[in-house]
């Protein structure tokens, strides 16, 4: 069975103080990772969908970076707009491809 | 380009009661998929549909059920329902045709049920 754990559950950050959120899977053939930003009383938002072991994309403040375990998203000098969940999911080969499998999240608030 | 739109974004039904969801998905999406996602956690898929059939389905019980129609709007029936059933219920929509194509959410349907 397919499965996602996220870390840390919560984290509280200074603006301008860099970090980065863990994604730790385990899959059958995997598909894709991707990641996800849910604001509260919305639906998740796209950020990135990395392939496979090495990869790493960039958009703006955040960067993805994927091994054959686990995932990273890294954060750059946070702004209080950057406040949010962050959720990882994955697909595995040989299934829909609107199933992903999600972790429960890391719920990240930045501090003026 | 229009997102995907759910409708109503709230509502309460009481156990035992039976519930319909809707969902609009994005302009030239055809495959539409379902998840549950309970406070605090990470959306739990449901099934998807494509060509207006179901080709993908999760742990959930067959008292949930959907419909996609031709111009690719879907429903989510819940029967008989449960107070575990309370939740956001989340559709998003994709293209098949383009692999990996990521899922765009929409901003769900908040399920409550006394």
């Known amino acids: 069975e397919d499965q996602v754990t996220q870390s840390p559950e919560a984290l509280r950050l200074q603006e301008g103080e860099s970090s980065s959120l863990n994604c730790s899977y385990t899959?059958?053939?995997?598909?894709?990772l991707f990641w996800y930003r849910q604001d509260p009383g919305k639906g998740p938002e796209f950020l990135f969908t990395?392939?496979?072991a090495g990869e790493e994309k960039e958009k703006e403040r955040l960067k993805a970076t994927l091994t054959k375990k686990e995932s990273f998203l890294h954060i750059t000098a946070p702004k209080p707009e950057d406040s949010a969940t962050y959720l990882c999911?994955?697909?595995?080969?040989?299934?829909?491809?609107?199933?992903?499998?999600f972790g429960q999240g890391t719920i990240l608030t930045v501090h003026p | 380009e229009t997102g995907v739109t759910q409708s109503p974004t709230h509502l309460i039904k009481t156990r035992g009661q039976q519930v319909t969801l809707r969902c609009s998905s994005q302009s030239g999406h055809n495959t539409v998929s379902w998840y549950q996602q309970a406070l605090g956690q990470g959306p739990q898929f449901i099934f998807q549909y494509y060509r207006e059939e179901e080709n993908g389905r999760g742990n959930f019980p067959p008292r949930f059920s959907g419909l996609q129609f031709p111009n690719y709007s879907s429903e989510l029936n819940v029967n008989a329902l449960e107070l575990d059933d309370s939740a956001l219920y989340l559709c998003?929509?994709?293209?098949?045709?383009?692999?990996?194509?990521?899922?765009?959410f929409g901003n769900g349907t908040r399920l409550t049920v006394t």
């Open positions: 998003a929509s994709s293209l098949t045709d383009i692999p990996n194509s990521p899922l765009h």
């Open positions: 999911a994955v697909g595995a080969g040989g299934t829909s491809y609107g199933k992903l499998t």
């Open positions: 899959v059958s053939g995997l598909r894709g």
């Open positions: 990395l392939y496979s």
